[in-house]
């Protein structure tokens, strides 16, 4: 009994140690790097006194009358895997539109770039992530 007595305390220690030792540095120092399950990138770009964190919308209209030669999951997942490539934030936002016809626009920020059609989609992703980088604070 003596021994679980001892042995409970020290667990507790042990799994709480690490986050808390994490927790107190952030405290002392403001440095948010080491802050405990709490790293957005928004969060760090508040702590550099930045107002915005950039990122491209991938805007894709989606004709209702489409006879696409590629499915929707897997244009997005091909566009995705570009923009991984690139190591850039980016996200989806989709459009029925009337017609037959699929469109893509990056936007970052005010800019537009487009719209590609699926085959010359690739054309505009340098030029989107060259926006984004010029228009991330500290680019």
Known sequence: ??????????????????????????????????RPLAVTKEELAKTRGESHVVDIVVQIDWGRDVQASISRPDLERAIARTFDAFAVD??????????????????????????????????GIRAAVAAMKMAAPGG
Do not use: C, E, W
């Not at 017609?99 to 054309?123: C, E, F, K, L, W």
């Open 90 to 123: 980016h996200r989806f936002r989709h459009t029925d539109v009337a017609g037959d016809s699929v469109q893509i626009t990056y936007v970052v920020g005010p800019n537009r770039y487009g719209p590609y059609t699926p085959p010359s989609a690739a054309q």
């Open 1 to 34: 009994m003596a021994r679980i007595n001892l042995l409970l305390p020290a667990m507790i220690v042990a799994v709480a140690l690490p986050g808390s030792s994490a927790y107190l540095y952030y405290r002392a120092t403001k440095d948010p790097t080491l």
